[in-house]
């Protein structure tokens, strides 16, 4: 069983920048892809940012050039920097950790109880 903790979230004003801390605790955190996803009000929930095992990364369209998923093994963390925020980056963002069953597919197992991020314009 894997614990996932978010951390970093706030107000910010638009054009600022954030960081999002995902530390995970019981299990093998190393084998896991690890991913963020986001849900804003009357929305359904989107993934974010996704980062393998090895460090391959890939970011939705919506934040490509403006968000960074990274990871640190040794401190069984996952980051989401975030510059250029927007109005419309509001919302409660959550990171899990999964694994690929299919070259397109991931189950995600685990998730974090999320932490808002709220960006006034």
């Known amino acids: 069983q894997v614990q996932l903790v978010e951390s970093g979230g706030g107000l910010v004003q638009a054009g600022d920048s954030l960081r999002l801390s995902c530390a995970a605790s019981?299990?093998?955190?190393?084998?896991?892809?690890m991913g963020w996803f986001r849900q804003a009000p009357g929305k359904q929930r989107e993934l974010v940012a996704t980062?393998?095992?090895?460090?391959?990364?890939n970011d939705a369209d919506s934040v490509k050039g403006r968000f960074t998923i990274s990871r640190d093994n040794a401190k069984n963390t996952v980051y989401l920097q975030m510059k250029s925020l927007k109005p419309e980056d509001t919302a409660v963002y959550y990171c899990?950790?999964?694994?690929?069953?299919?070259?397109?597919?991931?189950?995600?197992?685990?998730w974090g109880q999320g932490t808002q991020v709220t960006v006034s314009s």
């Open positions: 899990a950790a999964g694994q690929r069953v299919h070259v397109d597919t991931i189950l995600w197992h685990y």
């Open positions: 019981g299990g093998t955190f190393s084998s896991y892809t």
């Open positions: 980062i393998t095992s090895g460090g391959g990364t």
